[in-house]
């Protein structure tokens, strides 16, 4: 029952259709009722394509069962009635060639469009002017115009009536729909309107980026400006760039981590293949403070800010909490101002590494690492930082178990290594090159127990005061096997007092690479009031008769003479080392003491066949006693 009816301007086939009833025959005198759909409310149909001359509603159907019937594109709800009123039936049909008359499957054609065919637009602008009613899908060019690396396939979410726009994976349209990038897991900052000339401030773009939900961003090449970022606390975060090319301009504070109350985030994250530049920068460029197991790989700095370093790395500073597990490979820092450290370890930075840390600090950078009093177990290998203003390394006090493999330690205007306070560092494999004049390699300043392996030390600029120095009662500080430029380009080669401190197999220095002792006993007790030197032969013939002939070239190291008796309250021992005769270092035993130890400063040298003895004298009311006495060498 029924019959096709098409309705419109354009012009239906043959300007009219027919009707017909049950059995076939045209329903004559029948009546057509168009109404909106779901509605009883009367809608227009007219009897020309121009629409000028309206039809009755309902229609009255002619001897033939038909009418001329234009509609407008669109669904109309018809009503069929035969001549005594009895309903025929009740559709939905459509004008024209709507895209909702026409089946797609078990959709219409204007569904199938809907879903299936997207729009092209050439801004994130013109995406929201975008009809949802139109469209559910479309494809964005760029951010701002084509090309310029933003945009990407976004689709229409009606079950969404909540999500703000947050500039890149979620955009909101004039008409409320939320249009949504269709992501895995990664995003570029350009999709959220970054742009990356090197003058536009693209916080907030880059900012949206990082605050979109998603845990790895994309930076793409180009000079990306900001004034400082929060990295959020997502694990197994990855923010990357192509390599040096992809650039972020630091226009004021650092790009770093939430603080946190207690606690360190535990982020299993990477920072890789990026490029920062901290000319213009007003806090440091890259802060770890608050976070570990991080990895920073494969990044390069163009200048420190002023007054400030490159990397900072730190645990919690409000819980007093250690960070641990961040490590760092790969990074080259260049620098023409005058900032304070490329990398900076915090007071609760611990357990991390360092790996392949290149550097020149131009002579304008204070340090090229400084570690604050507090940092502790860092592994520092294969780098070569160079040119510091002050020191190449600053070591600030309690700097406990820091290892450094294969690094070279290159010309600062003071003294290359510093460490003030700390214990437990180990150097192997390690190079201290370009000491400058009157400067010392390493430094040892109130710093306990630490062993240096398979050194070389340089000076290529005129005399350098000493390759290995001990001051303000270092000691336990010990060094072997280890090569210098030339003896000449030094002042002396080691300056060590400390006791357990020692020096030894060097070309120049011990060159057996061996610590020996002489010692004898008194034959006889010696009595009060004169002098004896004692040796090889217990005291018995005099300094000609007792001198230990040296046997390989080095240096005499310490002594040490302990007595049977104490002198006499009031009275004194005084012993000296003789060398050819000459006293080079001495010490005095006054009453209630049966023992000292002294050492020469510096360590004095000496050559095969120099003569050693060991010199005591006893005031004239001392008492007699018997010495036992050793001479320890380096040799």
């Known amino acids: 029952m029924g019959a096709w009816l098409s309705m419109g301007a354009p012009l239906i086939p043959l300007g009219k259709a027919q009707w017909s009833d049950a059995n076939g025959f045209p329903l004559v005198g029948g009546q057509v009722l168009f109404a909106v759909p779901g509605t009883s409310t009367p809608k227009n149909t007219w009897q020309d394509a121009a629409q000028t001359i309206l039809n009755q509603n309902p229609i009255t159907l002619d001897d033939r069962g038909e009418a001329i019937i234009f509609g407008t594109p669109g669904a109309y709800r018809q009503i069929v009635t035969d001549q005594s009123g009895n309903l025929v039936y009740d559709v939905l049909t459509y004008c024209g060639l709507d895209a909702t008359a026409v089946a797609f499957g078990d959709d219409t054609l204007a569904d199938q469009f809907k879903s299936k065919v997207g729009r092209i637009c050439d801004s994130i602008s013109e995406l929201r002017s975008l009809s949802s009613a139109v469209y559910s899908r479309a494809f964005v060019t760029g ?8 945009g990407g396939d976004y689709q229409a979410d009606p079950s969404d009536i909540t999500s703000e726009d947050n500039g890149g994976t979620v955009i909101v349209a004039a008409d409320e729909m939320r249009w949504k990038l269709q992501l895995i897991d990664t995003v570029s900052i350009k999709q959220f309107g970054a742009t990356g000339d090197g003058v536009t401030d693209d916080t907030a773009a ?123 490979r790969n990074i080259r820092i260049y620098s023409t101002t005058a900032g304070n450290a490329g990398i900076a370890l915090g007071a609760f930075h611990s357990d991390a590494s360092i790996e392949g840390f290149q550097m020149n600090g131009g002579f304008v950078v204070n340090y090229c690492l400084i570690a604050v009093d507090g940092a502790q177990t860092t592994y520092v290998s294969d780098s070569h930082p160079y040119n510091a203003k002050i020191n190449i390394v600053l070591l600030q006090g309690n700097n406990t178990h820091f290892r450094w493999n294969d690094v070279t330690f290159d010309n600062a205007l003071q003294d290359t290594f510093y460490m003030l306070n700390s214990v437990n560092n180990q150097f192997t494999h390690c190079f201290f090159q370009s000491t400058n004049p009157g400067r010392h390699a390493i430094v040892f300043d109130g710093s306990f127990n630490n062993n ?182 380096i040799g």
């Open 143 to 150: 951010y701002r115009q084509p090309h310029d690396g933003g």
């Open 206 to 328: 880059i900012q949206a980026c990082l605050n979109c939900g998603l845990g790895k961003w994309v930076v793409p090449e180009g000079k990306f400006c900001h004034t400082g970022l929060t990295i959020p606390q997502i694990v197994g975060f990855c923010l990357y760039g192509t390599g040096p090319n992809s650039t972020f301009v630091q226009k004021g504070g650092a790009i770093g981590f939430p603080s946190m109350a207690e606690y360190c985030f535990d982020s299993h994250g990477t920072i890789r293949d990026l490029n920062f530049d901290g000319t213009s920068g007003t806090g440091n460029t890259l802060d770890t403070t608050f976070c570990q197991t991080l990895d920073v790989l494969n990044v390069t700095y163009n200048n420190v800010p002023t007054g400030y370093c490159s990397l900072k790395m730190d645990g919690n500073p409000t819980s007093s909490t250690y960070a641990h597990d961040v490590r760092v």
């Open 452 to 633: 240096l392996t398979n050194i070389k030390f340089e000076a290529p600029f005129g005399v350098a005061a000493a390759c290995f120095q001990e001051v303000n009662g270092s000691s336990g500080n010990k060094m072997s096997l280890f090569q210098i430029d030339d003896p000449a380009h030094w002042t002396v080669i080691a300056n060590y007092t400390g006791f357990g401190s020692w020096v030894t197999g060097c070309q120049s220095y011990g060159p057996y690479n061996a610590i020996y002792p002489y010692a004898g006993t008194a034959r006889v007790p010696q009595p009060q009031g004169g002098g004896v030197d004692y040796g090889a032969n217990g005291g018995a013939g005099g300094f000609t008769n007792e001198g230990w002939c040296v046997g390989m070239p080095g240096v005499i190291l310490m002594a040490t003479v302990f007595t049977d008796k104490t002198p006499n309250p009031g009275e004194t021992f005084t012993f000296n080392i003789r060398v050819n005769g000459v006293s080079i270092a001495g010490a005095v035993m006054s009453n209630g003491q049966f023992g000292v130890t002294f050492a020469p400063g510096p360590q004095f040298k000496v050559n095969v066949g120099d003569q050693i003895a060991f010199q005591s004298i006893f005031s004239s009311g001392s008492g007699s006693a018997s010495p036992r006495y050793v001479v320890v060498l």
